[in-house]
C-alpha cells in the first residue's frame, strides 16, 4: 500500500470508530432555537464531549490533508495548530475517566466547552462570555499524568514550543510568512508551495499528526472502557507505523 493509501485507510477507521462511540453515549436532541432548531447533547457527559472532539479531528485531519496535498502550506499549519488542542484536548478528557477522578479543572472545561454562544431569546449577537481555560493548566495536568506527580518540564517545553511555533501560523507572524518567500528570482507563493521544499518539509510533518490522530482514538477507546477496541487500534498504529516507516526528514521523502 502506497502512503496515501494508508492514510486513506486511516481516515476510514477513525470515522468509524468515531461513529461507534457516538452510539454508546445518548444521542443528541432536538433543541428550538429562534423559529428553528439545533441538536444538542442534553446530558452533557464527558464521552459526549470526546466523541464531538474525535469527530472534529476527523474533519480537520480530512481539511489538512487537502491543503497539504494541494500545496498550501501556511494553511495547512494553522490546521495543525487546532489539531494539537483538539489532541490534547482527547487526552485530558481520557485521563479524567482512566483515573477516575473529576477535577474542578476537568468540570471547569465542560462548562465551557458546552456553552451557548447565543442565546434563544436574544439579538444576533454572542451573548455569552465564554471562560478559556488557560492552556498551559491542560499541558500541566496532562504532564502529571503521564509522567506521575511531579511531571516532566521536557514534555511541557516541547509542548509549549510547537504551540508557540504554529500559533505564528494562524497569527501570520513575519517569520512564518516568509517561509512563502522563495525562488529565483524570489517572491511570494501565494497560489500554493507545491512541489518546493517547504512543500516537503510540511508532507513529512502531516505523517505526525496523522499518528497522533490514532492515538487520539487509542487512548478514548481506553476511556469507554472497550479494551478490545483499544488493542485493535493499538495494532493497527503498529502496522500504520511499520507500513508507513519513520522517515519524518523532508529530505527523505520523494520529490513531488
Known sequence: MTRS?????ALKNMAQTTEQLASRVPRPKVVPFKGSFNFRYAERTIHQALVQKLARLVSCLHATRLL???GFVQEQAALQRIL???AEDISFLSW???NNETTPLHEAYLSAFYLEEFDSDSEVTSSSDRPMIHRKKI?????????????SSRNLDAARTVSKAYSGYVHAASPQIMDMYSGNPPRFHMHGMRGTTRHLEHRADFWNYMYRGICAFCISAKAFGDEELFKDIRQFNDEFVRQTGNDLQSNEWPEI
Open 5 to 9: 493509501d494508508l492514510y486513506d485507510q
Open 68 to 70: 497539504m496535498e494541494a
Open 84 to 86: 494539537d488542542e483538539i
Open 96 to 98: 479524567s475517566v482512566i
Open 139 to 151: 499541558r500541566a495536568y496532562l504532564d502529571r499524568a503521564i509522567s506521575g506527580p511531579k511531571g
